[in-house]
């Protein structure tokens, strides 16, 4: 997984795996999710990362018990 934030445009893009995108499905004006031809995700697109809360990730690490 690679997470990459486009501060200029307020963009955070997660790519979830390197399989070639087979077809993009928008989730509403900010979500947009990218499909491999298996039907995983493979790359989640967020729009106005900042306005929306979505950037910057909060991030909980923790020792597994």
Known sequence: MRATYYDGDDILVVR???KPIHRE???GW???ISYAADGT???VVLLDGKVTG???VAIERAKAV
């Open 16 to 18: 979830l795996s390197d």
């Open 25 to 27: 499905v928008s989730q």
């Open 30 to 32: 900010c979500t947009h």
């Open 41 to 43: 995700a493979v790359k």
């Open 54 to 56: 979505a950037y910057p």
